[in-house]
Nanobody
Framework: DVQLVESGGGSVQTGGSLRLSCAAS????????MGWFRRVPGLEREGVAG???????AYADSVKGRFTISQDKAKSIVYLQMNSLQPEDTGVYSC???????????????????WGQGTQVTVS
């Protein structure tokens, strides 16, 4: 089974930075697309960033230029570097995985099959 465990969340002041990690097991980084999503109570889950098998990336407009998704395939860890954090970035951040073909980034949450428990990010 694919298992995803997030870490790195916390509380930070406006303008600060955090790096989230998603440790994955039971999958192949050469056949799975990965994504980061966030959820705020009362709102729908929002896609933040995704990375494909070949390393191509995609971002939500709200985080472009501030967040960076990357992957260490040797360690099976996907990172989300978050800079210039704003209060509206507050939420529970989850990573997700799905088997995918080369050349794509999976953006829609309902296409992902495996999810971590999430880590809280609070910006004030």
């Amino acid at each position: 089974d694919v298992q995803l465990v997030e870490s790195g969340g916390g509380s930070v002041q406006t303008g600060g930075s955090l790096r989230l990690s998603c440790a994955a097991s039971g999958y192949s980084s050469n056949t799975f697309c990965m994504g980061w999503f966030r959820r705020v109570p009362g709102l729908e889950r929002e896609g933040v960033a995704g990375i494909g098998i070949d390393g191509r990336t995609a971002y939500a407009d709200s985080v472009k230029g501030r967040f960076t998704i990357s992957q260490d395939k040797a360690k099976s860890i996907v990172y989300l570097q978050m800079n210039s954090l704003q209060p509206e970035d507050t939420g529970v951040y989850s990573c997700a995985a799905v088997s995918c073909p080369r050349g794509v980034v999976v953006a829609a949450a309902d296409q992902y099959e495996h999810w971590g428990q999430g880590t809280q990010v609070t910006v004030s």
